[in-house]
């Protein structure tokens, strides 16, 4: 925006406005006050907050109730100053008042976050616009003579004080109301929706023509939104020339991956481009069928604020397992499957690969499971010295090194046992990876493989090693809650691999179509997989909007923490206002992966879609 204004405007006089994010204009004032002014990221100051909760034994009480984790009452507290300037405890309470008991202990531990804070001059985010707030209320406050906020519907209570508080001559807002979609990050629809009463001499203005979507489209997502209170009255008008436009399309399916399947299909026919098209969703886990299905048949994909579902270490790993079946020679799969044993590493796999190798004479899988040979290869051929790893010594003493360890006598007898680096943690993971291979080796359909691999002490480990890892706070700590949806995240991704394996009869076209068919994608490039969210501001050509059933979208569970039918009902206007020419709204009756029947969104038969019955 200052840039355009240079367009117009002497650039001296451009630059004397102050431009940006509540929290980047607010550290600029305060800085030019306070140079030594501190500001924490939030993960500093949540390692901060859990070392004060820790402090406190909640174990001595009778409590009745699992008190929250530090990680989750930090956060708790962090929406609390966006959303509330009443007290803590008073807003605490309203929403959580079976933990009334532990409120005290809660408030005692924010008292003591906040004086540690002041002591050593340590400022939040959200402090940056409290600090600002506070001293706008006196006379040194910061002297604006016009405002300018835009996306005015997404501020919070916080921010809407702070306005008040800068009380400039001038406010001028822009936002949608109808696009008010962030009430779970603190956003307070309240801002807009009572500007008129708050300043009694505003003036409102109406921007009613749309100039994206056709006239179908715009009819379909009035007749929805029409449903919530409406303070600005607003009907959307078509404002773009058309000679003929396309009727939004529902596609009903009998099953959840028979959707994306049926989706994916449609896009590879369609004559629009994949840059053109999008499939929007209201959670990330409904990206994960579409991209596979997308992936099968060679259709580029991007998904925006997220990893792709095969470049997941979980997925990849699977997918590792399978390609050493089809293709033995497969060093990187085997290094990248090892990695992932403890004190392995991508050196020490190459050496047991070539191990491996050599004990079957070529034959990696020979050499597994029955090995011919019993001496080790010579593995560095460029000394000068013994060129074989270690001399007959060695190899008795590093065998008796296991002599502890509960051992089959397969195990046991295995030459790779002899291998002076194979350290006691580096055999268990051995082991499981053996005891895996001889499970499946009449195995010929992948969904077999597949299904097995998820049940072994192999994979197990993998999962809880990853989850591990993705709750693991920055002080080195592990958040319990975080690892147990971290695990539950992690196997949804494996069971929707073994549901796409299903499809297949073969293992070696499965992992062609997994891993080969998105050979030709370009970073960057594709059809937009996109949540609600992330679609916000954004538009195609083509758009659909899948997993349209009650509990999905609207999401029941985000309604029940911080959301409403309202809010859900703003997500679906959002979704399908994205679309320029065709749109297409799509649901499954049922999912096979977790056995589960679905009821159409309530959204269908708003839009005229169905009619439910009871």
């Not at 989706?263 to 499939?279: K, R």
């Not at 390609?323 to 047991?352: C, Q």
Request: a neutral charge; aromatic letters at 10%; hydrophobic letters at 40%.
């Amino acid at each position: 925006m200052i840039e355009r204004l240079k367009r117009y405007f002497p650039a001296e006089t451009v630059d004397r406005i102050e431009a940006g994010t509540f929290h980047a204009v607010s550290y600029r004032w305060l800085r030019a006050k306070n140079p030594r002014l501190t500001l924490k990221q939030p993960g500093e100051l949540r390692t901060l907050f859990r070392s004060l909760y820790e402090k406190r034994n909640f174990t001595r009480l009778a409590l009745g109730v699992q008190p929250f984790s530090a990680t989750y009452l930090f956060d708790l507290y962090q929406l609390y100053q966006n959303a509330s300037l009443e007290s803590f405890d008073r807003w605490f309470l309203e929403r959580y008042p079976d933990h009334e008991i532990l409120a005290d202990i809660y408030c005692d531990i924010i008292e003591e976050f906040e004086a540690t804070k002041e002591e050593y001059g340590f400022l939040s985010f959200n402090d940056l616009l409290l600090r600002t707030l506070k001293e706008s209320r006196e006379e040194n406050r910061p002297k604006f003579s016009e405002i300018l906020v835009d996306e005015y519907q997404d501020t919070n209570t916080l921010q809407g004080a702070l306005i008040d508080a800068l009380n400039p001559p001038s406010l001028f807002c822009v936002g949608d109301y109808d696009q008010s979609i962030y009430a779970f990050n603190g956003a307070n629809i309240a801002n807009i929706s009572t500007f008129a009463e708050r300043y009694p001499d505003a003036r409102v203005y109406t921007l009613s023509i749309n100039y994206r979507s056709t006239a179908p489209i715009l009819s379909l997502a009035n007749r929805v939104i029409e449903r919530n209170e409406r303070i600005y009255p607003k009907r959307l008008e078509v404002g773009r020339k058309q000679t003929q436009a396309v009727a939004p399309k529902l596609l009903i399916y009998e099953e959840l991956f028979e959707q994306y399947q049926s989706i994916a299909g449609m896009i590879l026919d369609s004559v629009t481009s994949y840059e053109e098209t999008a499939v929007i969703f209201r959670n990330n886990a409904s990206a994960d069928g579409i991209e596979a299905s997308l992936r099968e048949r060679g259709v580029p994909c991007r998904r925006k604020g997220g990893n792709s579902f095969f470049e997941a270490k979980e997925v990849k790993f699977l997918l590792d397992l399978l390609s050493l079946l089809v293709n033995p020679r497969d060093m990187m799969a085997f290094i990248h499957l090892f990695e992932y044993g403890k004190g392995v590493g991508s050196a020490l796999g190459r050496e047991f690969f070539q191990c491996l190798s050599h004990f079957g004479e070529g034959d990696l899988m020979a050499g597994l499971l029955q090995p011919s040979r019993s001496t080790l290869p010579k593995l560095n051929p460029r000394k000068n010295t013994q060129l074989g790893l270690f001399d007959d010594d060695m190899e008795i003493g590093s065998v008796t090194r296991f002599a502890a360890m509960d051992l089959n006598e397969t195990i046991r007898a295995h030459p790779l046992l002899k291998h002076p680096r194979l350290t006691q943690e580096g055999l268990r993971f051995f082991i499981r990876f053996h005891d895996f291979f001889r499970s499946i080796v009449r195995s010929q359909r992948p969904e077999t493989v597949v299904r097995k691999a998820i049940a072994s002490p192999l994979y197990q480990e993998v999962v809880e090693g990853l989850a591990s890892q993705r709750a693991r706070l920055k002080n080195g700590e592990i958040d319990p809650e975080k690892r147990e949806e971290a695990r539950e995240r992690i196997l949804r991704k494996a069971r929707l691999l073994q549901d796409l394996a299903s499809r297949y009869r073969e293992i070696p076209r499965f992992v062609n179509a997994m891993i080969l068919g998105g050979g030709e994608m370009s970073e960057g490039e594709g059809v937009n997989l996109l949540t609600v969210h992330a679609s916000k501001g954004l538009e195609f050509r083509d758009v659909y909007v899948v997993d349209l059933m009650d509990g999905r979208f609207p999401n029941r569970k985000l309604m029940e923490k911080t959301g409403s039918m309202e809010e859900e009902r703003r997500l679906f206007y959002v979704a399908v206002t994205r679309a320029k020419d065709r749109l297409f709204l799509s649901m499954a009756r049922y999912d096979r992966i977790k056995k589960m029947d679905f009821k159409p969104s309530p959204f269908l038969e708003e839009a005229g879609l169905i009619r439910l019955t009871g």
